[in-house]
């Protein structure tokens, strides 16, 4: 069991802390002495896992745009090279091209330093072996190693650095999946005649718009804050954040691109503009991405986490698809994903409403660059039928308000026992409401489907992946359906003397 002081790490499967004092009354946590004790652990991991002393790994060490990327990088080489380890320093990277370093590099493992969309002064650190990225357990169980003190002997000698690009690797790989995809060679400039508007957000993603599409021949006037630049002084690098789309919108209608991409800051989420400045995110990407699959796949698996539509679900099984709803979380989907395949299940996508996507043919990587890819070589062939990502999309319903809330527990130490408590509850008080039915193709929390006029739409109550409270999704079809709902169901909130009805106020309706 972790004590407070470690488990304020873990969060999902990563690391994250705080690793700056830019922001008042927050404290640093994720302090040189914390980093050097959790790679010391993430070491010692991989010795039980694997059996390799640690004079025989190798370990790659990338990191995002952050201004405290540096100093952990610094504590976690030297912390490596300590033990004997021998290190590939990749510098400035994106998260998908730091697991692309274990096979291109031949290394035992990697890390990569980023807290992926969350603020400036937020860090933390992403674990890859060959087997993908670490899980929340894998995580909890190098934190566990961390609490109990295991002391590690340094041998006589350091293990060597070298300076790496692995941006070089990774960037050649995607240039030859757009091109296979195309069924041309770079020189022929297969996206010529296209124009597409990049925001990296001041993240690691500027790349792709010089180094991919650039290269093959795409227009990229009017790509905006490509330079990394870890305070994000034009907004969050995150496809989620409202701020975030609104730039990428604007850019897109600005320069009259046939697409506007937006990454997160380490580049494994992206979100897309269509070329009316429409935004193609949640649902609507994912149906866009299944399309695509189920093409190439006819009749495979899409898994997605617990916040989609019931509408998507139709809208893949009129494709032919068959469409798996799991819990939240990447690694979950992707595990989920797997399993199938495992089980000689086709799966070939697990993606997630936040952006995340991992598909078989990238080994199951969440990779946004790979995902934009894929997405751009379908739009270069409806182009050349006349045709847009839109008309792809014809059938499919998407709805016309969205909002999540975040609920808190006053007695978070008994978050546990009082959330279960709540979800218990509401599995028979929802009898109580009207035209509203209980959903049984639900793995994660309880989701309610609510049919009538005002209310056509559905929630979905569940613990957060990452913090002790309790989510609510809510999602209409019908414009003033949100709302609706939430009051329906604030009288059941009421009966719980630690919950804050405050918090089922509208926070973010789409």
């Given at each position: 069991m972790l004590n407070k002081y470690w488990k304020q790490f873990l969060s999902g499967s990563d690391i994250r802390g705080i690793a700056t004092d830019?922001?008042?009354?927050?404290?640093?946590?994720?302090?040189?002495?914390?980093?050097?004790?959790?790679?010391?652990?993430?070491?010692?991991?991989?010795?039980?896992?694997?059996?390799?002393?640690?004079?025989?790994?190798?370990?790659?060490?990338?990191?995002?745009?952050?201004?405290?990327?540096?100093?952990?990088?610094?504590?976690?080489?030297?912390?490596?090279?300590?033990?004997?380890?021998k290190v590939y320093d990749c510098s400035l990277a994106s998260t998908p091209a730091m697991f692309a370093s274990i096979p291109i590099l031949s290394c035992t493992a990697a890390v990569q330093i980023t807290a992926s969309h969350h603020p400036s002064n937020k860090?933390?650190?992403?674990?890859?072996?060959?087997?993908?990225?670490?899980?929340?357990?894998?995580?909890?169980?190098?934190?566990?190693?961390?609490?109990?003190?295991?002391?590690?002997?340094?041998?006589?000698?350091?293990?060597?650095?070298?300076?790496?690009?692995?941006?070089?690797?990774?960037?050649?790989?995607?240039?030859?999946?757009?091109?296979?995809?195309?069924?041309?060679?770079?020189?022929?400039?297969?996206?010529?005649?296209?124009?597409i508007v990049v925001d990296a957000g001041n993240g690691v993603g500027g790349f792709f718009a010089a180094e991919i599409l650039q290269k093959l021949g795409a227009d990229v006037q009017g790509s905006i804050f490509l330079n990394p630049d870890g305070n994000f002084p034009n907004h969050i690098p995150n496809p989620d954040n409202k701020e975030a789309m609104k730039s990428i919108i604007k850019a897109t209608i600005d320069a009259q691109a046939d697409l506007g991409v937006i990454f997160d800051t380490d580049v494994d989420r992206v979100g897309f503009v269509d070329s009316k400045g429409l935004e193609i995110s949640n649902n609507k990407l994912i149906a866009l991405v299944s399309?695509?699959?189920?093409?190439?796949?006819?009749?495979?698996?899409?898994?997605?986490?617990?916040?989609?539509?019931?509408?998507?679900?139709?809208?893949?099984?009129?494709?032919?698809?068959?469409?798996f709803r799991f819990k939240r979380g990447y690694n979950n989907?992707?595990?989920?994903?797997?399993?199938?395949?495992?089980?000689?299940?086709?799966?070939?996508?697990?993606?997630?409403?936040?952006?995340?996507?991992?598909?078989?043919?990238?080994?199951?990587?969440?990779?946004?660059?790979?995902?934009?890819?894929l997405v751009i070589a379908e739009l270069m062939h409806l182009k050349k039928h006349g045709k847009t990502i839109n008309n792809l999309l014809e059938n499919f319903i998407d709805s016309k308000e969205r909002t999540e809330l975040r609920i808190k527990i006053d007695n978070s130490s008994k978050f546990e026992e009082l959330s279960a408590k709540i979800l218990s509850k509401l599995k028979n008080y929802y009898q109580t409401f009207k035209n509203c039915k209980i959903d049984e193709n639900n793995l994660e929390g309880i989701r309610l489907k609510f049919n009538s006029r005002w209310q056509e739409g559905w929630c979905l109550l569940r613990k957060s992946?990452?913090?002790?409270?309790l989510v609510l999704n809510v999602e209409s079809y019908v414009n003033g359906g949100v709302k609706s709902i939430i009051d329906t169901i604030k009288p059941f909130f009421s009966m719980f003397e630690f919950i804050n009805l405050k918090d089922l106020d509208i926070a973010k309706t789409i």
């Open positions: 830019s922001v008042k009354d927050e404290k640093i946590n994720l302090t040189n002495e914390a980093v050097q004790k959790i790679i010391h652990g993430f070491a010692e991991w991989l010795y039980e896992k694997t059996a390799l002393p640690c004079q025989s790994m190798v370990i790659a060490v990338g990191h995002d745009s952050r201004v405290s990327a540096f100093r952990m990088k610094t504590v976690i080489i030297n912390s490596l090279r300590s033990l004997g380890i860090n933390g650190m992403k674990f890859f072996t060959a087997n993908g990225g670490l899980s929340g357990l894998n995580v909890k169980e190098i934190l566990e190693i961390c609490q109990n003190n295991v002391s590690v002997n340094p041998p006589k000698d350091k293990g060597e650095v070298k300076t790496m690009n692995i941006m070089n690797y990774y960037c050649n790989s995607l240039i030859k999946f757009i091109c296979k995809e195309l069924n041309c060679s770079e020189g022929d400039m297969p996206l010529k005649g296209l124009k399309c695509i699959i189920l093409k190439k796949y006819p009749g495979s698996t899409v898994v997605t986490d617990s916040v989609t539509s019931d509408k998507l679900e139709e809208f893949i099984s009129s494709l032919g698809g068959n469409h989907i992707i595990s989920a994903a797997k399993k199938f395949n495992d089980s000689g299940v086709d799966c070939h996508l697990a993606i997630e409403t936040s952006g995340h996507a991992a598909f078989k043919s990238n080994n199951f990587v969440d990779d946004g660059a790979y995902l934009a890819c992946v990452h913090d002790p409270i």
